[in-house]
């Protein structure tokens, strides 16, 4: 049941992203380029996200269960350090130079875009040296 419940929401997150424009890369680059021909409208798609993900947040930060009575592991750390600007810094590069980000170039893939496979792999080669540079 769990797994039937995954895929319907992960789908319902990839439709998501292709209706509300978040995994198409120009999109996304125009929304970034401010100081051009900015494109405001994903500003309205996060804030939506935002309002409707706000109190699931909150009654899981109260009561870290899942409706399947699974502990919900939330993070311990929070301080900002410099793992967490390095890697935003990163993560933020990346995104402006490509347009997308980890589950809109899966869902990219999903719509044929072969280009998003060069993303996905720079993004693995990424994970692989961080795991060996850290020994994670």
Same mark, same amino acid.
Request: hydrophobic share 55%; aromatic share 12%; with cysteine.
């Given at each position: 049941?769990?797994?039937?419940?995954?895929?319907?929401?992960? /789908?319902?997150?990839?439709?998501?992203?292709?209706?509300?424009?978040?995994?198409?890369?120009?999109?996304?680059?125009?929304?970034?380029?401010?100081?051009?021909?900015?494109? =405001?409208?994903?500003?309205? +798609?996060?804030?939506?996200?935002?309002? +409707?993900?706000?109190?699931?947040?909150? #009654?899981?930060? #109260?009561?870290?269960?899942?409706?399947?009575?699974?502990?919900?592991?939330?993070?311990?750390?929070?301080?900002?350090?410099?793992?967490?600007? +390095?890697? /935003?810094?990163?993560?933020?590069?990346?995104?402006?130079?490509?347009?997308?980000?980890?589950?809109?170039?899966?869902?990219?893939?999903?719509?044929?875009?072969?280009?998003?496979?060069?993303?996905?792999? =720079?993004?693995?080669?990424?994970?692989?040296?961080? #795991?060996?540079?850290?020994? +994670?």
């Amino acid at each position: 049941m769990k797994n039937i419940f995954a895929f319907l929401f992960g /789908s319902l997150f990839s439709l998501g992203l292709i209706i509300s424009g978040m995994s198409n890369p120009e999109k996304v680059l125009a929304f970034l380029d401010i100081f051009g021909t900015w494109d =405001a409208s994903l500003a309205f +798609v996060m804030i939506g996200a935002i309002l +409707v993900a706000f109190i699931p947040f909150q #009654r899981a930060k #109260r009561h870290p269960i899942t409706l399947f009575k699974e502990k919900i592991e939330l993070p311990q750390n929070h301080q900002i350090d410099q793992d967490l600007i +390095v890697g /935003s810094l990163i993560f933020g590069i990346g995104w402006g130079i490509a347009g997308i980000c980890p589950a809109p170039a899966l869902t990219l893939i999903g719509l044929g875009y072969a280009q998003a496979l060069y993303f996905i792999g =720079a993004m693995l080669i990424g994970m692989i040296l961080h #795991r060996k540079i850290r020994g +994670v």
